[in-house]
């Protein structure tokens, strides 16, 4: 079993490395005991880097994906590891794209929890990453809420900044009091406690990602102007204004 470090507390999802210990060297991947590398999944993209073992050799982490209980952190393809079982090593995060993938996952729930309060329509699913991301809501859209309309909504979110918290709740807490526009998405059976990420007065939702501290991180972004996917589903994208964020900017 891999322990997913990055999902314990809001401060794990800025740290930038870490040690742990080689459990498994599946052919073009490594298995460790904890990692702060994320795996592809809910929408965001995996974390990529670099471990050093024993002798000091960078191996590039290219891709990472979760395998049952374990974590694959897959290498660049011709990596030749000298690890063994039991090696102590060291992850390195690339920084700026556990960054860029922070800001859009806390964008993307400012975005759901906005279109929720004044369409009542609940996110389906949401994709993310390279400064740009896609929420698909599920019902009929309705026609004087647009682009325009929906803007200064989040921008009252991110001014002044507002505090994003994560929470525990036993499945049982959750399941007597869930937010109210979460549940499109059932959560897997096995999922106890529930991970829930608040942002102050604005939203709650359960969800296994890593995020901002703060919405005063998430800098300018942009939305594009809903667009029908389907009979029953709208597609609105958005994206990153400022390729870097002004991450001095907290909660006050």
């Not at 209980?69 to 079982?85: K, Q």
């Not at 800001?103 to 949401?126: E, I, M, N, P």
């Not at 998430?218 to 991450?247: C, K, M, Y």
């Amino acid at each position: 079993m891999t322990e997913l470090a990055y999902l314990t507390s809001a401060q794990a999802a800025y740290e930038r490395a870490f040690t742990a210990k080689v459990v498994a060297l599946p052919p073009g991947a490594v298995v460790l005991d904890r990692t702060l590398f994320y795996p592809a999944g809910g929408g965001q993209p995996a974390d990529r880097g670099a471990l050093s073992g024993p002798d000091g050799a960078k191996l590039e982490v290219v891709d990472v994906v979760k395998s049952g209980a374990v974590v694959l952190h897959r290498l660049r393809r011709g990596s030749r590891p000298a690890l063994a079982l039991g090696d102590e090593v060291r992850g390195d995060l690339d920084w700026e794209r556990r960054y860029g993938h922070m800001r859009l996952h806390t964008a993307q729930h400012l975005l759901s929890a906005v279109v929720y309060r004044r369409t009542g329509l609940k996110t389906r699913q949401a994709t993310f990453g390279g400064g740009t991301g896609t929420i698909v809501v599920e019902g009929r859209w309705p026609e004087n809420e647009t682009a325009e309309t929906l803007t200064p909504a989040l921008q009252a979110c991110l001014e002044p900044p507002r505090g994003v918290e994560l929470r525990f709740l036993s499945r049982a807490e959750w399941t007597a009091n869930p937010s109210a526009r979460s549940g499109l998405v059932p959560l897997p059976p096995m999922v106890d406690p529930v991970r829930v990420i608040e942002i102050a007065d604005i939203d709650a939702c359960p969800c296994g990602g890593t995020h901002l501290a703060s919405t005063g991180e998430v800098g300018e972004f942009s939305v594009e102007a809903p667009a029908a996917q389907a009979a029953d589903a709208t597609r609105i994208g958005f994206s990153l204004r400022t390729a870097v964020a002004h991450s001095a900017r907290v909660t006050p």
